[in-house]
């Protein structure tokens, strides 16, 4: 079965430092790849996904993540934090056989420090 | 504006007294989900439905009931509502197969069962 590890629970960071947030996963065949970002009281947001092709990609707000099949991660990165990143991320693997569904990590929160 | 919507957005009741979360997507879309989210675990998915009139359990369903009979509502059912139900719950829509989509999440709904 497919799993998805989120191993910091927790992150702070100044504004305008740069961020990585950590994301491995476990799935037999290619991935479907997601980041996900919650703010407080809100729903979940799209920032990035990776089906196929080129494994570094782009999303909103300036993130990006690359995908390393040799090492079973998905991390995501974005070079100059701003205050409004406070929020909580999650990573996803998609499978689409029996399930059609997301398995999601347990979250990061990340804190951004003025 | 495309949006999933949910009620209520937040709720506290009794153990065993029914209870429906209702929610509505107005973006044409397939598929729909219904997740929870509890500290610590993520999201993890209770049913989803593929189109009107057919749904399949994900990862939590015990204890939940769904129905699809209009393509835009999958509303979600306590029929006696525990204790270990309280959580924060998101409905979910998507164009296409929810493990290689975009999904489009709701607000959530708050519910704390007493």
């Known amino acids: 079965a497919q799993s998805v590890t989120q191993p910091d629970i927790h992150i702070t960071v100044s504004e305008g430092a740069s961020l990585e947030l950590r994301c491995n996963y476990s799935?037999?065949?290619?991935?479907?790849l997601f980041w996900y970002v919650q703010s407080p009281g809100q729903g979940l947001q799209l920032l990035l996904k990776?089906?196929?092709?080129?494994?570094l990609v782009q999303g909103i707000k300036g993130f990006e993540a690359e995908f390393k099949r040799s090492q079973s991660s998905f991390n995501l990165r974005k070079p100059s934090v701003h205050w409004s990143d406070a929020a909580e991320y999650f990573c996803?693997?998609?499978?689409?056989?029996?399930?059609?569904?997301?398995?999601f990590g347990t979250g990061t929160q990340l804190k951004v420090e003025l | 504006e495309a949006q999933v919507t949910q009620n209520p957005r937040y709720l506290i009741t009794v153990t065993g007294k029914k209870l429906t979360v209702t929610c509505s997507q107005n973006?044409?879309?397939?598929?729909m989900s219904w997740y929870r989210q509890d500290p610590g675990l993520g999201l993890r998915q209770i049913y989803y439905?593929?189109?009107?009139?057919?749904?399949d359990k994900g990862d939590v369903p015990e204890g939940y009931k769904v129905s699809r009979k209009e393509k835009r509502n999958f509303p979600l059912i306590l029929e006696s509502p525990s204790p270990n139900q309280t959580s924060l719950y998101f409905c979910?829509?998507?164009?296409?197969?929810?493990?290689?989509?975009?999904?489009?999440f709701g607000p959530g709904t708050r519910l704390t069962v007493l």
């Open positions: 979910a829509s998507s164009s296409t197969r929810p493990g290689a989509d975009t999904q489009y």
């Open positions: 799935y037999g065949a290619t991935p479907y």
């Open positions: 990776y089906f196929s092709g080129d494994t």
């Open positions: 996803a693997v998609g499978i689409t056989g029996g399930g059609n569904k997301l398995t």
């Open positions: 973006m044409n879309h397939e598929y």
């Open positions: 439905s593929m189109n009107v009139e057919v749904t």
